[in-house]
């Protein structure tokens, strides 16, 4: 599934930023544009942009109303 595809999803991913470090989020997805994912991220309680090659690993989240 293309990250256009988790637009108004709730997913979960593996996340790793640009200092190397793994981050499992919870996040809301609101658009994608290029190679930035913006989206409510439910783990930090606020809105953040992630680079789409940092994101490892994404699943759904079944029965999770966004």
Do not use: N
Request: one cysteine or more; glycine letters at 10%; aromatic letters at 6%.
């Amino acid at each position: 599934m293309s990250m256009e595809k988790c637009v108004g999803l709730t997913i979960d991913i593996i996340y790793l930023d640009r200092k190397g470090r793994f981050t499992q989020r919870r996040i809301t997805v609101h658009s994608v544009r290029g190679d930035r994912v913006r989206a409510y991220d439910h783990t930090r309680q606020g809105p953040r942009t992630f680079r789409t090659e940092g994101i490892l690993a994404r699943e759904p989240v079944s029965g999770h109303a966004s």
